[in-house]
């Protein structure tokens, strides 16, 4: 397994560009499913994620096809199987999205569910409870969820949570069910959002995605779509707060600025510099950072898959700050790391009190998932002498070309090959 080394102390200086969006892009692959025409797909970013997902469609009979830097053709012609494999979905829970498609196209699905993740439970109660609604028998056998309907009938469902992989898997069952489907309480997320204008792209009839009702009147059938996907606001995020932390001046561009308001806010609120211009933003750091308190919450609030870096960020600050973390339990894994890198920080339920240190010390760390490596990644790039990350292979699921982009930011990382069993 890969290490990375990170010697810290160098302030990041230039422009780097955000990459396609992780989380829009993996429920718009499995979209393709709905129709037995051709689709092309731009701006996809290349991440193990991704690889997973097309595995995965694969599997089903989908094919795929690069045809550009970041361009994907993807048909799903023919359905020739239901089910999603425990072995892709252990993973990527996000394959549990094939779940909404493939009772819409073939009728009939067998998707593992993800079991437990290192940032908490994660239940799949809500997409079940969705699609059951729709009018379709649903199962749990052997570490599987089996569903089957002759026809999905629309239907009116309320979400218990605002959750995103529910509103996007019970959107994608009700484009071909027969009948007016509303989804209410719906997650607001600028992915939702995404995904409804794909499927608007293919024939369907979506409307209210991005408000916390979204109503879908069936359609008889779907056709090919091209869609290019939206920027990655949490790359974007990351970035801002990398430039932030080490003092550094960096343009990120292709920044989706109206999706980030209330990081902007934050950042702000320590002392950093942000300016948006020209779809993009300069963040300045440099000055004394001053401590915030913060909650994690539903878009728009403060995103969870943020929550590591901005931690990172507030061990520096002088001073006591907050974090609150409302959207998962068992999401603070990164800081007991940072503790071993000198943080100083008491954690009680879902708070995390951060008092700023002077300097955090490069030490021996381990990422145990994507949005924690990031933070690991940051305070490394701030500390001083050098950090070994281990199992910085969560990086790569969802961060696309993370070590060239910092690096031409003049951050010092390498990555080492580690022959120990993950
Ligand atoms: C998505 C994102 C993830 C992000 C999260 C919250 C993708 C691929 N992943 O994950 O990066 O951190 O949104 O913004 O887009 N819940 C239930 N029952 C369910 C489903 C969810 O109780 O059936 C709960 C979860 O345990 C959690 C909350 O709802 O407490 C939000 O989860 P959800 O929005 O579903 O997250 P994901 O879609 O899994």
Same mark, same amino acid.
């Given at each position: 397994m890969d290490k990375m080394i990170i010697h810290g102390g160098a302030p990041l200086k230039g422009a780097v560009t955000v990459s396609g969006s992780k989380n829009a892009t993996l429920p718009i692959l499995m979209a393709s499913l709905l129709t037995d025409e051709p689709c092309t797909i731009?701006?996809?970013?290349?991440?193990?994620?991704?690889?997973?997902?097309?595995?995965?469609? *694969?599997?089903?009979?989908?094919?795929?096809?690069?045809?550009?830097?970041?361009?994907?053709?993807?048909?799903?012609?023919?359905?020739i199987s239901h089910e999603a494999p425990y072995e892709l979905v252990k993973t990527m829970r996000a394959s549990f999205f094939v779940l909404g498609p493939l009772l819409a196209r073939v009728r009939r699905a067998k998707v593992s569910t993800p079991?437990?993740?290192?940032?908490?439970?994660?239940? @799949?109660?809500?997409?079940?409870?969705?699609? *059951?609604?729709?009018?379709?028998?649903?199962?749990?056998?052997?570490?599987? @969820? =089996?569903?089957?309907?002759?026809?999905?009938?629309?239907?009116?469902?309320?979400?218990?949570?605002?959750?995103?992989?529910?509103?996007?898997?019970?959107?994608?069952?009700?484009?071909?069910?027969?009948? +007016?489907?509303?989804?209410?309480?719906a997650a607001? =997320?600028?992915?939702?959002?995404?995904?409804? +204008?794909?499927?608007?792209?293919?024939?369907a009839n979506v409307r209210g995605a991005g408000t916390h009702v979204v109503e879908i009147e069936g359609v008889e059938r779907l056709h090919g779509a091209d869609h290019e996907m939206i920027p990655d606001r949490i790359e974007a995020g990351s970035l801002m707060v990398a430039a932030a932390i080490t003092g550094g001046d960096v343009s990120i561009r292709n920044v989706p600025v109206d999706q980030l308001e209330a990081v902007i806010v934050k950042l702000r609120e320590t002392g950093v510099s942000?300016?948006?211009?020209?779809?993009?933003?300069?963040?300045?750091?440099?000055?004394?950072?001053?401590?915030?308190?913060?909650?994690?919450?539903?878009?728009?609030?403060?995103?969870?898959?943020?929550?590591?870096?901005?931690?990172?960020?507030?061990?520096?600050?002088?001073?006591?700050?907050?974090?609150?973390?409302?959207?998962?339990?068992?999401?603070?894994?990164?800081?007991?790391?940072l503790m071993r890198m000198g943080a100083d920080i008491v954690m009680k339920g879902p708070t995390a009190?951060?008092?700023?240190?002077?300097?955090?010390?490069?030490?021996?760390?381990?990422?145990?998932?994507?949005?924690?490596?990031?933070?690991?990644?940051?305070?490394?790039?701030?500390?001083?002498?050098?950090?070994?990350?281990?199992r910085v292979y969560h990086l790569d699921r969802g961060y696309e070309a993370l070590d060239a982009k910092l690096s031409s930011l003049g951050a010092r990382i390498e990555r080492l090959k580690d022959s120990a069993p993950a």
């Open positions: 731009r701006n996809v970013p290349r991440l193990r994620d991704v690889n997973t997902a097309l595995a995965l469609l *694969r599997g089903l009979g989908v094919q795929s096809e690069w045809t550009g830097d970041h361009a994907l053709a993807i048909h799903a012609e023919h359905v079991g437990g993740c290192a940032i908490g439970a994660r239940p @799949v109660n809500l997409h079940i409870i969705g699609i *059951r609604a729709l009018g379709a028998r649903v199962q749990l056998r052997g570490g599987y @969820v =089996e569903a089957h309907a002759d026809q999905l009938r629309g239907a009116r469902i309320w979400l218990d949570a605002p959750s995103v992989g529910a509103t996007e898997n019970i959107m994608m069952a009700a484009v071909l069910a027969d009948g +007016k489907t509303t989804i209410e309480n607001r =997320e600028p992915e939702v959002q995404d995904l409804a +204008k794909f499927l608007v792209a293919m024939g942000v300016i948006a211009a020209d779809g993009g933003v300069r963040v300045t750091g440099g000055g004394a950072l001053r401590p915030v308190e913060l909650r994690t919450l539903p878009y728009p609030g403060f995103p969870t898959d943020l929550q590591a870096q901005m931690m990172a960020l507030l061990t520096q600050a002088n001073g006591t700050s907050v974090i609150t973390e409302t959207i998962f339990e068992n999401r603070f894994m990164h800081a007991l790391e009190v951060v008092r700023g240190v002077p300097r955090l010390q490069g030490a021996p760390v381990m990422a145990t998932d994507l949005r924690a490596s990031m933070g690991l990644i940051l305070a490394g790039l701030s500390a001083e002498n050098h950090t070994e990350i281990g």
